[in-house]
């Protein structure tokens, strides 16, 4: 049986969470009482079960243990000291569009494809300046020479796993030539970003088919994007728990210029679990090295796939006017969020950062022998620096939120648990008391 899944990423009601007050958990260090809550803005963004189970039988149940999990912010998680934008997403940045193909395929196959398109245009003749950095280089992003060359995109990004990279190029390729307009184009450029999400999925099967990338890249909203195990996220793990896609934004005040920033992230990678400053994972018991911390005489520790090994592709874009060399500058800084996570881009991590000024001014066209743009000089970076930072760090932690529970016949990865990460972040006053 093979079942596929697209997300259009548009703004729907949802099931909103709530533990009743008193309420007994379990957790590594005992069971605790959890205060009652609720989370009307998780609520209003949060896609409706029914909207996806039309061809999916058990797309209802997905759907809704993906609604019943939190985001950061609704637990009170709220890195740095900028505001987001209203959807708290890579999509407030004005013209951004975003699109998922899931495919889960019998009962080996957990993958897909994120879609990034920086305009709803043909980028081809409104192309958009871009750079690309790399935290660690073990990885196959596809179109790094020429973004590096020529400062540009003039493909829409797409995230899939490592082994489909070649297939969803192919069909992006395919895909842009139709367009109209394209008859003569004889030279494109796709940008592919992958993590291998093998712990779950049979990437040597390689499955991604052109119909696929169409669903991804015509399917993309400009609203409420899904998170978890959607998309290029399907299969992913991160810390030891199941990774996915996350995303946030930050919008700059009016005195620093009023511009938006918004990342996303495909989280597959491993570490030492922090959030907000405090060692989650070790509390939690699972993080990078711990067989060898932690061995004992006559007994081993086994460390979980994504512990230590892994991935991570972060899209940041933004509205401000940027030359590609100051979006370089602004692509290292992510790194520097993805550092606060716990991350330390071990040997086999393939660890990039492509980001893009969506500002009309600032845009390329073919052909063109001269170019004049108005983009902001060095001065004015500093707020989105820090923008980027921040942005990052909460979009990996609501990658690892949102992730539902997957199963495969490779095994299962576990959704981090709210409840205990709750109760390790109050320990250390991060979340208020009850």
């Known amino acids: 049986m093979t079942i596929r899944r697209l997300t259009a990423c548009a703004t729907v009601a949802a099931v909103a969470l709530a533990i009743p007050r008193g309420a007994a958990l379990a957790t590594p260090s005992g069971a605790f009482a959890f205060p009652a809550f609720s989370l009307p803005a998780f609520a209003a963004s949060a896609p409706d079960p029914a909207a ?44 951004v569009l975003v699109g998922h193909a899931t495919v889960v395929e019998g009962d080996s196959l957990r993958t897909g494809l994120t879609a990034v398109r920086p305009h709803a245009g043909n980028l081809y003749f409104e192309r958009v300046p871009a750079a690309i950095h790399v935290g660690n280089g073990f990885g196959k992003l596809l179109g790094v020479t020429q973004v590096a060359e020529l400062g540009e995109m003039e493909t829409p990004l797409l995230l899939t796993c490592t082994l489909c990279v070649w297939k969803a190029a192919d069909a992006m390729v395919e895909w842009a030539l139709s367009q109209e307009g394209m008859e003569d184009v004889r030279s494109i450029n796709p940008v592919v970003g992958e993590t291998n999400d093998g712990g779950l999925n049979a990437v040597r099967s390689r499955p991604i088919r052109p119909e696929h990338v169409r669903e991804a890249l015509e399917g993309g909203s400009g609203g409420s994007v ?3 195990s959607v998309g290029a996220g399907t299969g992913t793990s991160a810390f030891g728990w199941k990774g996915g896609i996350g995303t946030s934004s930050r919008r700059l005040p009016a005195s620093l210029g009023g511009y938006s920033v918004g990342v996303l992230v495909q989280s597959n990678f491993g570490g030492i679990l ?10 939690l018991g699972r993080y990078a090295f711990r067989s060898r911390v932690e061995h004992e005489p006559g007994g081993r520790t086994e460390e979980r796939h994504g512990e230590s090994q892994g991935s991570i592709m972060i899209v940041v874009a933004t509205d401000a006017p940027l ?52 983009a902001l000089a060095n001065p004015a970076m500093s707020g989105l620096f820090q923008a980027t930072v921040e942005a990052t760090e909460e979009a990996i932690y609501n990658s690892i939120l949102k992730a539902t529970t997957v199963t495969s016949r490779s095994g299962t990865r576990e959704a981090i648990p709210i409840d205990a990460v709750v109760e390790v972040l109050r320990r250390h006053g991060v979340v208020p008391p009850p």
């Open 274 to 283: 922090q959030i907000a400053g405090v060692p989650v994972g070790k509390a």
């Open 323 to 374: 030359s590609a060399r100051n979006l370089r500058r602004l692509a290292s800084r992510a790194i520097m969020g993805l550092s606060r996570t716990g991350s330390s881009a071990s040997n086999g991590s393939g660890d990039y950062v492509v980001s893009f000024s969506t500002a009309t001014s600032v845009r390329r066209r073919p052909g063109a022998p001269v170019a004049t743009v108005e």
């Open 52 to 95: 996806v189970a039309q061809d999916r039988p058990d797309a209802a149940q997905e759907g809704a243990d993906a609604a019943a999990r939190p985001r950061a912010r609704d637990l009170g998680i709220a890195p740095g000291v900028f505001q987001p934008g209203p959807l708290n997403a890579i999509t407030d940045v004005e013209g």
């Open 226 to 228: 899904e998170e978890g």
